[in-house]
């Protein structure tokens, strides 16, 4: 498909940008999910981005995606739910795609955002903690 991002035609603090990475990644364009998301200028914010689409691509529940409803729009958290529900990722094909999205929202200040979406794999929390640990020079 290879879409222009709605981001780059429209000021950023008129859209939910996280909410457009979604849907881009809903319609199956990855790449224009990847450049909405990339378009944040706020590393916290691009992280929350990445880590929502990773969670639209995995399937993980909303409920479990809580850690970023604090700096989500009631519109972004509406679109994912109806994303969720009405055009649901095939994770048997998009949970590589997904592992991408984890390594860049993992990349910026908000990697909590994606933690969520690690709980779906109970090994991957155990790499994480290892890799904070590591960064923030923190001993065991």
Known sequence: MNQ???QDEVPPWELPAAAVA???A???DLDA????ANGLN????RSAAFADVAGYLTSAPAALRSVSESTSTAFARTFRALAQSQIPADTA???QEAASFVVDAL???GWYHVLPVLAREPASVVRVRDIVFAHRQLGE
């Open 42 to 45: 706020v590393p916290h914010d």
């Open 26 to 28: 809903a319609v199956g």
């Open 93 to 95: 094909h998009t949970v």
């Open 22 to 24: 979604v849907a881009h």
């Open 33 to 36: 999910a990847r450049r909405c």
């Open 4 to 6: 222009p991002c709605l």
């Open 107 to 109: 990349a910026g200040d």
